[in-house]
């Protein structure tokens, strides 16, 4: 596998259900991202990690919890989700977290919250 | 704050015609600007970026942008459009006053007709 992989790439999930986002990138990268792409709104960073260590939480409300065991991989935890929160979640990395870097998108997971 | 403007949520070209989309950004300090591309039902790949060298950035597929200070611009263009380009772009911005955090457009869908 090669640059940034997202499992599973479609769930459909109950507000009542618990489930898991996986990402898993093979670029040598030390920065992670968790963002939102809802239809007709802007892309919405939601967490950032760097070294495995938490650097932004977006004002993301808790049931959405976020975990970074190493460079490589980045989960999504999802429980007690509102339908709103249906939309298409991106994982990316880039080398530092630095300003000029440039973000490696993985292809999305399509969420709906039924 | 930083802030990313793109003008026309939908333009509509034809094949071999120019390609122009049009980005505005705010940002009190000097910025770092990106174009991504997101084809349907992948995640965004970055096209080019400006990062205060070169004002004209040449990127993939023969995209270049052209970063304007005194227009607060960075519009992104194709002299000959191809049917594979028919996608949804984003600009955007990044600058050291949101810690590191890039700010999207809301993005430009782009149609290419034969």
């Known amino acids: 596998e090669t640059g940034v992989t997202q499992t599973p790439r479609h769930l459909v999930m109950g507000m009542t259900n618990k489930k898991s986002l996986k990402c898993e990138q093979h670029?040598?990268?030390?920065?992670m991202y968790w963002y939102k792409q809802s239809a007709k709104k802007p892309l919405e960073l939601m967490f950032v990690?760097?070294?495995?260590?938490?650097?932004e939480n977006n004002s993301v409300p808790s049931r959405f919890s976020p975990e970074c065991p190493n460079s490589s991989h980045l989960f999504l935890h999802l429980h007690t989700l509102q339908p709103e929160d249906s939309a298409l979640y991106l994982c990316?990395?880039?080398?530092?977290?630095?300003?000029?870097?440039?973000?490696?998108f993985g292809p999305g997971t399509r969420l709906t919250v039924l | 704050a930083q802030s990313v403007t793109q003008l026309g949520s939908h333009v509509s070209v034809s094949e071999g015609a120019l390609v122009l989309l049009r980005c505005n950004y705010s940002?009190?300090?000097?910025?770092?600007l990106f174009w991504y591309v997101q084809y349907p039902n992948q995640g965004l790949q970055l096209l080019l970026k400006?990062?205060?060298?070169?004002?004209l950035v040449k990127g993939i597929n023969g995209f270049e942008a052209e970063f304007k200070k005194s227009e607060t611009s960075f519009h992104l263009t194709k002299p000959s459009a191809h049917m594979s380009d028919a996608a949804e772009y984003f600009c955007?911005?990044?600058?050291?006053?949101?810690?590191?955090?890039?700010?999207f457009g809301d993005g430009t869908t782009l149609t290419v007709k034969p």
């Open positions: 990316a990395s880039s080398q530092s977290g630095a300003l000029t870097d440039t973000q490696y």
């Open positions: 670029l040598g990268h030390n920065a």
């Open positions: 990690y760097n070294f495995k260590e938490q650097t």
């Open positions: 940002s009190s300090v000097p910025p770092y």
């Open positions: 400006y990062t205060s060298a070169a004002t």
């Open positions: 955007a911005v990044s600058d050291n006053t949101n810690a590191g955090k890039s700010t």
